[in-house]
Nanobody
């Protein structure tokens, strides 16, 4: 199972970016999908999550500015980031919890991570 993230970049404060992440490979079912971020010298933190039913959860620091969405048919998750601030600068990782095919009529649960995409917000 692979997660391919894209959409990071350099933007001025107040600007917007949209991150995308697609799950591919031997995936059977994707449950919760989400975005995490890790700034230099800090621990990785949850930014936004969305369940397979569309229920969302956001970190307090991004509420009202970021919107997470998903396309179940494409096994894709998106993060629309508006009103970006310098403190949003980090490497952003997509995550998926789900099940992959592990043999005839067998599935194994797992947690899968993308490779990370850099988001830099200049002041």
């Amino acid at each position: 199972v692979q997660l391919q993230a894209s959409g990071g970049g350099l933007v001025q404060a107040g600007g917007s970016l949209r991150l995308s992440c697609v799950v591919s490979g031997n995936i059977y079912r994707v449950n919760t999908m989400g975005w995490y971020r890790q700034a230099p010298g800090k621990q990785r933190e949850s930014v936004a999550l969305v369940t397979s039913d569309g229920v969302t959860n956001y970190a307090d620091s991004v509420k009202g500015r970021f919107t997470i969405s998903r396309d179940n048919a494409k096994n894709a998750v998106y993060l629309q980031m508006n009103s970006l601030k310098p403190e949003d600068t980090a490497v952003y990782y997509c995550h998926a919890a789900g099940w992959e095919y592990s043999g005839p009529n067998r599935q194994t649960s797992g947690n899968y991570w993308g490779q990370g995409t850099q988001v830099t917000v200049s002041s």
